[in-house]
């Protein structure tokens, strides 16, 4: 094939763009491809390369003689480090026939993220028995759109984009925000490609048959304050090497730092799935780490979703929940600033680094409009302390947590009805300031969107679960006094719930009280989050068990946030009537004492066999609550954040509740509490379980109506014990 490239033509149409999105992220940057490996936001608007809120990358395409190739298939790797793309040729006709056959050429694309920037290697092999001269191109642009502007925030003005720079092999774009940061995209090429321009890299191939040749594509991902002098910049590394680096830390950080193995292989696909999934979304932050929300719209640090993850994992990993809770204890709020929902005391609902934050066009970058991460953050403090034995880091929040009570008691209950509201005082933060924070997520059972301030039933759970957990750590820190006064905290606001929240007429807990005190008479999930919290009577508790047991709540998938006799029920909505993995975690988590396990082994099973529909038997953020009809998989929820952390660690904590696992480090045991397995599940084994520094591995099996256990290699001072 020695003819000119331009005489040759493909008469193929347009592959239609996949479905499927392919998610990288390393830290601040993440990356979003379809199947081939490319970046289309015309066709797809989330897709992109981001980099701390922005996104650098709108459009990366590759090109096979002037045509997309053809996918062969793509797949992210199970430790979620590379994403690699087959692809090969379509028929190439010249003068009406056929010269170069379909499958003639592989192309192989293989993409890793780290530190910053996107690596990637092309190989290209000859699979003919002849010499080709052919071409690919690369094409890219970058809108340096910032993350609300994506999800459809419109602005006045934009900043500036700059001048494109091009050399032998490289081009770097670059765009100067209102902030007055400059951000650039630098795309080199290696080896020296043919051409270069504003908008592309050609790379002229001429192979011997039966050849292969390797290109590498380096993306890098820069901001700086315009004018600022420059940071000296780390050694840039190949792909290989950086992908050497990237599998030693992976390898160093394991998220969970022991190992379960199962007899199912599903359950076994969905924990790997999990694990990676934590691993990619814990971000290093000066705190340490900490797991941000989800890709692509929570890229960052929340509050509550941190909080929630970390207790998911606390009893395998509690590692993650002291780089949570240093993080929130280092940016917990000491001043009152209306502008962002802020009082002294409040735990962090949610920090941003893009260009509209920085701006005030959001209030998102350091904002505080969250009413149960604080009460959330004592909880976690309390469990994190419980599992380790760790005095002299929970010492060294003492005042955080004694911060975190004085705001529940000063500004939570700003009316001094002894319940824990919220309102809305930055123009542009939430409405709504519980975990179901979408506007019309409260409500009264004709329909009535409920008026502030509005006190929620979990959050009164937290509370009380707060003020219980600080009296604890108050005879860890030999208060006594406090500690009474803590206890006679919990014991009132638990009298004051159960006399104004439950609903006899709906046998559960009302949604909320709104602004009036007038109970929202709904059934709803949050209900669930009280046996969590420990905060419900125990015949209330029961009700609420059974309520969740029925249709109008479980689906067949899980336990629906809402029930679908309730006025606003909406399978497609994001918190009415939608299932969440989280919640659904929450729940189970309020029987792991108890003896009857049927609903949380039910939980388990139905959000087993959900992983089996989703992509790399990855959970998302949610999905919808449509009842569960033979075959058919569940429906997706079209803009769930996939991977999303609180969703990889819920297995997690099911598993815990199934199990009913606690761990006492002060006392060196680990107690499994009347354990159940869920069916489909005959066999369970952790290893390496830690307590201190002793470890044991537990063998859980079934046999005809119970759950029996084995100890193997226990090592250290370690005590465990078994109750059926």
Known sequence: MTESVERYYIPAPEVPVPERLRVLKHDETFGLFNDFGDIDAHARHEEGLYHRGTRFLSQLTLKLLGARPLLLSSAVHRDNLLMSADLTNPDVYFDGRVILPRGSLHVYRSKLIWRDTCHERIHVRNFINEPLEITLAIGFSADYADIFEIRG??????????????????????????????????????????????SGIQLQLRMDAHSEQVFSLDIYCEAASAGAQKAARRPRLSQPAALQEAEKAHAEQDPLRCVIDTSNEQLNAWLTRSTADLGMLLTSTPAGLYPYAGVPWFDTTFGRDGIITALECLWLSPNIARGVLTFLAQTQAKIRDPNRDAEPGKILHEARSGEMAALGEVPFGCYYGSVDSTPLFVMLAGAYYRRTGDKAFVESLWPNVLAAIEWLERYGDADRDGFIEYQRYSAGGLIQQGWKDSHDSVFHADGRLAEGPIALCEVQGYAFAAFVTAAELADVMGQADRRRTLLEAARTLQERFHERFWCADIAMYALALDGNKEPCRVRSSNAGHCLFADIARADHADAIVKALHDDVFFSGWGVRTLADIEVRYNPMSYHNGSIWPHDNALIAAGLNSRQDKTLATR?????????????????????????????????????????????????????QSCLGVSIDADRNRIVVKHPRLPD?????????????????????????????????????????????
């Open 603 to 655: 939980i388990m099973r139905s959000q087993l066999e959900a992983s089996t529909y989703f992509d790399s038997s990855r959970l998302p953020e949610l999905f919808c609550g449509f009842r569960r009809r033979g075959a058919k998989p569940p429906t997706s929820y079209p803009v769930a954040c996939s991977p999303q952390a609180w969703a990889a660690g819920s297995v997690f904590m099911l598993l």
């Open 680 to 724: 489909g599940l005959d066999r369970l084994s952790i290893r390496n379980l830690q307590i201190g520094r002793a470890t044991a591995d537990l063998v859980l099996q079934r046999y005809a109506g119970t759950v029996g256990m084995n100890v193997e290699r226990p090592k250290g001072n370690v005590e465990v014990l078994l109750v059926n």
């Open 153 to 198: 925030q419109q602005r006045p003005r934009r900043g500036r984009l700059l001048e494109p720079r091009t050399g032998a092999n490289f081009v770097t774009l670059g765009y100067e925000g209102l902030d007055r940061v400059n951000r650039r995209t630098h795309l080199e090429c290696k080896p020296e490609p043919y051409a270069v321009s504003e």
